[in-house]
């Protein structure tokens, strides 16, 4: 069974809500760049630049993190297929905003920021969640959330994209 979270339209008001706020915490755009986290939050990730862009005039900086080597479970998962880190900028200085959909234990998000410290010294970085689900065994909090859902650990936040890579709902799911 499903519960639909946020439909197509949810999803775009909090993306423009969360690119209000990262405006409004940065006083601009002036050093902010945007990381995705592979897969889910690089296309959000680029949907925050066209929202920034539109509100703003100026295009930010947008890179593609891929965590698959940085993760503290990668020696139990068979399942996991190392992807593409691509980010074509410095980010020694930088604001960064990572950026995934669904923020759970934290543990992606860790493995996220060693990654990132790995290929530069950012002057901060900041998190923009679509979904924090709650349920943290790290101490890690997002900057920018797009919803709160409380959830229990038998079920599971989905976010589906299109084949534009646009996403088109967010579901909660039991097990």
Same mark, same amino acid.
């Given at each position: ?56 005039? @100026? ?77 943290? @065994? ?19 936040? @989905? ?17």
């Amino acid at each position: 069974m499903a519960t639909i979270i946020l439909d197509q339209a949810g999803v775009a008001r909090a993306l423009t809500r969360i690119a209000h706020e990262i405006l409004e915490r940065n006083k601009g755009t002036t050093d902010v760049v945007l990381v995705g986290i592979r897969t889910g939050g690089d296309h959000l990730a680029a949907m925050l630049q066209e929202r920034l862009a539109q509100i703003e005039g @100026e295009t930010v900086p947008l890179g593609i993190l891929d965590i698959t080597m940085y993760r503290d479970d990668i020696g139990t998962r068979t399942d996991l297929a190392i992807g593409r880190t691509d980010i074509p900028f410095p980010l020694d200085g930088k604001n960064v905003v990572l950026v995934d959909d669904v923020l759970y234990t934290g543990r992606t998000i860790r493995a996220a920021m060693d990654s990132l410290m790995d290929l530069g010294r950012p002057k901060s970085i900041q998190l923009a969640v679509l979904i924090d689900r709650g349920h943290r @065994e790290l101490p890690i909090r997002p900057d920018f959330i797009g919803r709160n859902v409380p959830t229990s650990r038998d079920e599971l936040i @989905e976010t589906e994209f299109n084949d534009k890579n646009q996403p088109v709902e967010v579901r909660l799911v039991k097990k």
